[in-house]
Protein backbone atom coordinates (compact mmCIF):
# COMPACT_ATOMS: atom_id res chain seq x y z
CA UNK A 1 0.00 0.00 0.00
CA UNK A 2 1.37 3.24 -0.99
CA UNK A 3 0.43 5.69 1.88
CA UNK A 4 2.43 8.85 0.02
CA UNK A 5 2.24 11.93 1.93
CA UNK A 6 2.64 15.38 0.28
CA UNK A 7 3.75 18.24 2.37
CA UNK A 8 3.70 21.63 0.34
CA UNK A 9 5.09 24.18 2.57
CA UNK A 10 8.93 23.49 4.36
CA UNK A 11 8.87 26.27 6.78
CA UNK A 12 8.48 26.13 10.43
CA UNK A 13 5.49 24.25 10.72
CA UNK A 14 6.04 22.18 7.87
CA UNK A 15 9.23 20.58 9.04
CA UNK A 16 7.94 20.32 12.16
CA UNK A 17 5.33 18.08 10.69
CA UNK A 18 7.69 16.18 8.63
CA UNK A 19 10.44 15.81 11.58
CA UNK A 20 7.21 14.64 13.91
CA UNK A 21 5.88 12.18 11.03
CA UNK A 22 9.32 10.24 10.83
CA UNK A 23 9.81 9.95 14.50
CA UNK A 24 6.20 8.79 15.21
CA UNK A 25 5.35 4.93 14.38
CA UNK A 26 3.03 6.15 11.20
CA UNK A 27 1.37 4.37 8.00
CA UNK A 28 3.35 6.54 5.85
CA UNK A 29 6.05 5.18 3.50
CA UNK A 30 6.36 7.87 1.22
CA UNK A 31 7.01 11.67 2.10
CA UNK A 32 7.54 13.95 -0.90
CA UNK A 33 8.37 17.86 0.00
CA UNK A 34 7.60 20.47 -2.22
CA UNK A 35 8.35 24.39 -2.02
CA UNK A 36 9.32 27.54 -3.61
CA UNK A 37 12.95 27.62 -2.22
CA UNK A 38 14.40 24.04 -3.94
CA UNK A 39 17.59 24.50 -1.92
CA UNK A 40 16.15 24.22 1.09
CA UNK A 41 13.79 21.41 0.08
CA UNK A 42 16.50 19.46 -0.79
CA UNK A 43 18.64 20.34 2.39
CA UNK A 44 15.76 19.11 4.63
CA UNK A 45 15.12 15.88 2.51
CA UNK A 46 18.31 15.18 3.03
CA UNK A 47 18.36 15.93 6.81
CA UNK A 48 15.52 13.72 7.22
CA UNK A 49 16.33 10.73 5.23
CA UNK A 50 19.65 10.91 7.96
CA UNK A 51 16.84 9.90 10.68
CA UNK A 52 15.91 6.76 9.08
CA UNK A 53 18.70 4.36 10.88
CA UNK A 54 16.82 5.38 13.91
CA UNK A 55 13.05 6.03 12.98
CA UNK A 56 10.42 3.82 14.03
CA UNK A 57 9.21 3.83 10.57
CA UNK A 58 10.13 3.44 7.61
CA UNK A 59 9.36 6.34 5.06
CA UNK A 60 11.18 7.39 1.54
CA UNK A 61 11.66 10.99 2.00
CA UNK A 62 12.22 13.64 -1.23
CA UNK A 63 11.79 16.62 -3.18
CA UNK A 64 9.02 16.33 -5.72
CA UNK A 65 6.25 18.71 -7.67
CA UNK A 66 2.76 18.39 -8.11
CA UNK A 67 2.33 16.03 -10.39
CA UNK A 68 3.12 13.16 -7.05
CA UNK A 69 0.20 14.59 -5.58
CA UNK A 70 -2.20 12.40 -8.55
CA UNK A 71 -1.77 9.28 -6.04
CA UNK A 72 -1.38 10.90 -2.65
CA UNK A 73 -3.09 9.56 0.00
CA UNK A 74 -2.86 13.32 2.16
CA UNK A 75 -1.74 16.60 1.10
CA UNK A 76 -0.72 18.62 3.95
CA UNK A 77 -0.64 22.90 3.09
CA UNK A 78 1.54 24.79 5.50
CA UNK A 79 2.52 27.51 2.70
CA UNK A 80 2.55 31.16 3.34
CA UNK A 81 3.02 33.99 4.87
CA UNK A 82 4.15 33.20 8.77
CA UNK A 83 2.15 35.14 11.42
CA UNK A 84 4.67 37.88 12.58
CA UNK A 85 5.17 39.17 15.96
CA UNK A 86 2.19 41.53 16.87
CA UNK A 87 0.52 40.38 13.50
CA UNK A 88 -3.08 38.23 14.65
CA UNK A 89 -3.67 35.23 12.29
CA UNK A 90 -6.73 37.32 10.57
CA UNK A 91 -4.14 39.42 9.24
CA UNK A 92 -2.67 36.92 6.94
CA UNK A 93 -6.12 36.73 5.10
CA UNK A 94 -5.19 39.12 2.16
CA UNK A 95 -1.55 37.40 1.70
CA UNK A 96 -2.37 33.74 2.23
CA UNK A 97 -5.69 33.95 0.23
CA UNK A 98 -3.90 34.57 -3.18
CA UNK A 99 -0.97 31.80 -2.66
CA UNK A 100 -3.57 29.18 -2.01
CA UNK A 101 -5.61 29.92 -5.02
CA UNK A 102 -2.31 28.97 -6.71
CA UNK A 103 -1.21 26.33 -5.09
CA UNK A 104 -4.68 24.17 -4.80
CA UNK A 105 -5.04 24.70 -8.38
CA UNK A 106 -2.06 23.23 -9.21
CA UNK A 107 -2.13 20.28 -6.91
CA UNK A 108 -5.74 19.43 -8.46
CA UNK A 109 -4.44 19.87 -11.73
CA UNK A 110 -2.40 16.70 -10.73
CA UNK A 111 -5.73 14.61 -10.41
CA UNK A 112 -5.65 14.30 -6.53
CA UNK A 113 -8.31 12.70 -4.74
CA UNK A 114 -7.15 12.33 -1.56
CA UNK A 115 -7.54 14.58 1.95
CA UNK A 116 -6.46 18.00 2.09
CA UNK A 117 -4.81 19.19 5.86
CA UNK A 118 -4.37 22.88 5.89
CA UNK A 119 -2.09 23.99 8.62
CA UNK A 120 -2.26 27.75 7.06
CA UNK A 121 -3.66 30.63 8.83
CA UNK A 122 -5.90 32.24 9.12
CA UNK A 123 -6.82 28.69 9.43
CA UNK A 124 -10.35 28.35 9.52
CA UNK A 125 -10.86 30.59 6.18
CA UNK A 126 -7.65 28.77 4.74
CA UNK A 127 -9.84 26.23 5.48
CA UNK A 128 -12.94 27.59 3.72
CA UNK A 129 -11.06 28.60 0.60
CA UNK A 130 -9.39 25.18 -0.10
CA UNK A 131 -12.86 23.43 -0.28
CA UNK A 132 -13.86 26.17 -2.60
CA UNK A 133 -10.56 26.14 -4.94
CA UNK A 134 -10.34 22.41 -4.75
CA UNK A 135 -14.17 21.23 -5.11
CA UNK A 136 -13.82 17.98 -3.43
CA UNK A 137 -16.20 16.97 -1.14
CA UNK A 138 -16.07 19.02 1.92
CA UNK A 139 -15.21 16.52 4.18
CA UNK A 140 -12.16 15.52 2.79
CA UNK A 141 -11.06 18.87 3.66
CA UNK A 142 -9.46 19.33 7.28
CA UNK A 143 -8.05 22.07 9.22
CA UNK A 144 -6.04 21.67 11.98
CA UNK A 145 -7.92 24.06 13.72
CA UNK A 146 -8.07 24.13 17.65
CA UNK A 147 -6.81 20.73 18.07
CA UNK A 148 -2.84 22.70 18.98
CA UNK A 149 -5.38 25.05 20.84
CA UNK A 150 -6.93 22.07 22.87
CA UNK A 151 -3.53 20.39 23.20
CA UNK A 152 -2.89 23.60 25.28
CA UNK A 153 -5.59 23.36 27.52
CA UNK A 154 -4.89 19.65 28.44
CA UNK A 155 -1.42 19.95 28.92
CA UNK A 156 -2.21 23.11 31.39
CA UNK A 157 -5.33 21.67 33.14
CA UNK A 158 -2.54 18.56 33.31
CA UNK A 159 -0.14 20.86 35.70
CA UNK A 160 -2.75 22.36 37.58
CA UNK A 161 -4.14 19.06 38.55
CA UNK A 162 -1.85 16.69 38.45
CA UNK A 163 -3.57 14.75 36.49
CA UNK A 164 -2.20 12.92 33.06
CA UNK A 165 -3.49 15.30 29.80
CA UNK A 166 -4.38 11.89 27.83
CA UNK A 167 -6.98 11.46 30.83
CA UNK A 168 -8.50 15.49 30.60
CA UNK A 169 -11.73 15.71 28.20
CA UNK A 170 -11.72 19.20 27.27
CA UNK A 171 -12.00 21.05 23.93
CA UNK A 172 -11.27 24.61 22.32
CA UNK A 173 -14.34 24.90 19.91
CA UNK A 174 -14.94 27.85 17.20
CA UNK A 175 -12.22 29.90 15.21
CA UNK A 176 -8.93 28.92 15.23
CA UNK A 177 -8.18 32.67 16.78
CA UNK A 178 -9.06 35.16 18.89
CA UNK A 179 -12.59 34.42 19.05
CA UNK A 180 -12.16 31.04 20.07
CA UNK A 181 -13.10 29.59 23.59
CA UNK A 182 -13.54 26.82 26.17
CA UNK A 183 -16.77 25.28 26.78
CA UNK A 184 -16.25 24.75 30.59
CA UNK A 185 -19.12 22.89 31.47
CA UNK A 186 -18.14 19.81 29.04
CA UNK A 187 -14.99 19.86 30.57
CA UNK A 188 -14.08 17.07 32.91
CA UNK A 189 -11.03 15.69 34.70
CA UNK A 190 -10.90 12.21 36.11
CA UNK A 191 -14.32 12.04 35.74
CA UNK A 192 -15.16 15.14 37.85
CA UNK A 193 -16.32 18.39 36.42
CA UNK A 194 -13.90 20.98 36.39
CA UNK A 195 -15.43 23.14 38.10
CA UNK A 196 -15.59 21.20 41.15
CA UNK A 197 -11.65 21.23 40.72
CA UNK A 198 -10.97 24.75 39.96
CA UNK A 199 -12.69 27.95 40.76
CA UNK A 200 -14.13 30.54 38.14
CA UNK A 201 -10.80 32.95 38.31
CA UNK A 202 -8.48 30.24 37.50
CA UNK A 203 -10.71 29.09 34.80
CA UNK A 204 -10.41 32.38 32.93
CA UNK A 205 -7.12 32.78 33.72
CA UNK A 206 -6.16 29.35 31.87
CA UNK A 207 -8.45 30.35 28.77
CA UNK A 208 -6.34 33.37 28.30
CA UNK A 209 -3.44 31.54 28.64
CA UNK A 210 -4.18 29.01 26.16
CA UNK A 211 -5.63 31.91 23.52
CA UNK A 212 -2.48 33.71 24.11
CA UNK A 213 -0.22 30.99 23.77
CA UNK A 214 0.93 31.49 20.21
CA UNK A 215 1.55 35.26 20.80
CA UNK A 216 4.14 34.54 23.76
CA UNK A 217 5.42 31.84 21.52
CA UNK A 218 5.61 33.92 18.41
CA UNK A 219 7.36 36.98 20.67
CA UNK A 220 9.75 35.06 22.21
CA UNK A 221 11.26 32.34 19.28
CA UNK A 222 9.61 33.79 16.18
CA UNK A 223 6.99 31.07 15.51
CA UNK A 224 5.19 27.97 16.94
CA UNK A 225 6.18 24.64 15.51
CA UNK A 226 6.54 21.43 17.66
CA UNK A 227 3.06 21.93 18.79
CA UNK A 228 1.53 22.23 15.39
CA UNK A 229 3.86 19.35 13.80
CA UNK A 230 2.43 16.82 16.21
CA UNK A 231 -0.87 17.76 15.87
CA UNK A 232 -0.81 17.32 12.17
CA UNK A 233 0.65 13.48 13.02
CA UNK A 234 -2.22 13.13 15.41
CA UNK A 235 -4.67 13.99 11.88
CA UNK A 236 -2.63 12.53 9.34
CA UNK A 237 -2.38 8.96 11.85
CA UNK A 238 -6.55 9.09 11.84
CA UNK A 239 -6.89 9.63 8.60
CA UNK A 240 -4.26 7.08 7.34
CA UNK A 241 -5.15 4.33 9.92
CA UNK A 242 -9.18 5.03 9.61
CA UNK A 243 -9.36 4.89 13.68
CA UNK A 244 -12.56 6.75 13.71
CA UNK A 245 -10.96 9.71 16.46
CA UNK A 246 -12.85 12.60 17.63
CA UNK A 247 -10.48 15.66 17.00
CA UNK A 248 -11.11 19.32 17.31
CA UNK A 249 -10.79 20.14 13.11
CA UNK A 250 -11.88 22.71 11.26
CA UNK A 251 -14.34 21.53 9.23
CA UNK A 252 -17.47 22.28 7.07
CA UNK A 253 -20.35 23.41 9.17
CA UNK A 254 -22.97 22.94 6.58
CA UNK A 255 -25.53 25.27 8.54
CA UNK A 256 -23.31 28.46 8.34
CA UNK A 257 -21.67 27.34 5.44
CA UNK A 258 -18.16 28.21 7.15
CA UNK A 259 -15.70 25.84 8.49
CA UNK A 260 -14.95 26.05 12.24
CA UNK A 261 -13.46 23.68 15.32
CA UNK A 262 -15.56 21.32 16.82
CA UNK A 263 -14.92 17.62 17.94
CA UNK A 264 -15.04 15.33 14.56
CA UNK A 265 -14.96 11.67 13.83
CA UNK A 266 -11.96 11.59 11.64
CA UNK A 267 -11.65 8.43 9.88
CA UNK A 268 -9.92 7.26 5.97
CA UNK A 269 -12.57 10.19 4.03
CA UNK A 270 -11.97 13.08 5.99
CA UNK A 271 -14.32 14.27 8.93
CA UNK A 272 -17.02 11.55 8.73
CA UNK A 273 -19.50 13.98 11.30
CA UNK A 274 -19.37 16.54 13.30
CA UNK A 275 -20.04 16.28 16.61
CA UNK A 276 -22.06 19.41 18.34
CA UNK A 277 -21.80 18.96 22.07
CA UNK A 278 -24.59 20.98 24.41
CA UNK A 279 -23.64 24.44 25.32
CA UNK A 280 -24.89 26.69 28.06
CA UNK A 281 -26.56 29.87 27.12
CA UNK A 282 -23.24 32.01 27.92
CA UNK A 283 -21.23 29.13 25.50
CA UNK A 284 -23.86 29.49 22.46
CA UNK A 285 -22.83 33.23 22.61
CA UNK A 286 -19.38 32.55 22.10
CA UNK A 287 -19.87 30.32 19.70
CA UNK A 288 -22.33 32.49 17.65
CA UNK A 289 -19.32 35.34 18.17
CA UNK A 290 -16.41 33.30 16.70
CA UNK A 291 -19.07 32.00 13.60
CA UNK A 292 -20.00 35.78 13.13
CA UNK A 293 -15.47 36.56 12.83
CA UNK A 294 -14.93 33.71 10.25
CA UNK A 295 -18.04 34.88 8.77
CA UNK A 296 -16.62 38.59 8.54
CA UNK A 297 -13.15 37.72 7.62
CA UNK A 298 -14.50 35.47 4.51
CA UNK A 299 -16.87 38.84 3.54
CA UNK A 300 -13.24 40.32 3.41
CA UNK A 301 -12.21 38.58 0.52
CA UNK A 302 -15.27 38.06 -1.66
CA UNK A 303 -15.32 42.21 -1.58
Known amino acids: MNNKVVLVGCGNVGMAYAYA ?13 IDINKDKCEGEAMDLN ?12 RVGDYSDCSDAKIVVLAAGAAQAPGETRMDLIEKNSKIFKGIVSDVMSSGFNGVFIVAT ?16 PKGRVIGS ?5 TSRLRFILSERTGINPKNIEAYVIGEHGDSEFIPWSNVN ?29 IDKKGATAYGIGMSLVKITSAIL ?26 GKNG ?33
Request: with cysteine.
Open 50 to 61: HCMAYSPSKIRV
Open 21 to 33: LVNQKVFVNELVL
Open 145 to 149: GTTLD
Open 121 to 136: NPLDVMTYLTIQYSKL
Open 189 to 217: VAYKKVSDILNHEELHYIEEEVRNSAYQI
Open 241 to 266: EDKNSILPVSSWDIENEICLSTPAIV
Open 271 to 303: VREKIYIPLSDEETSKLVHSIDTIKEAINKIKE
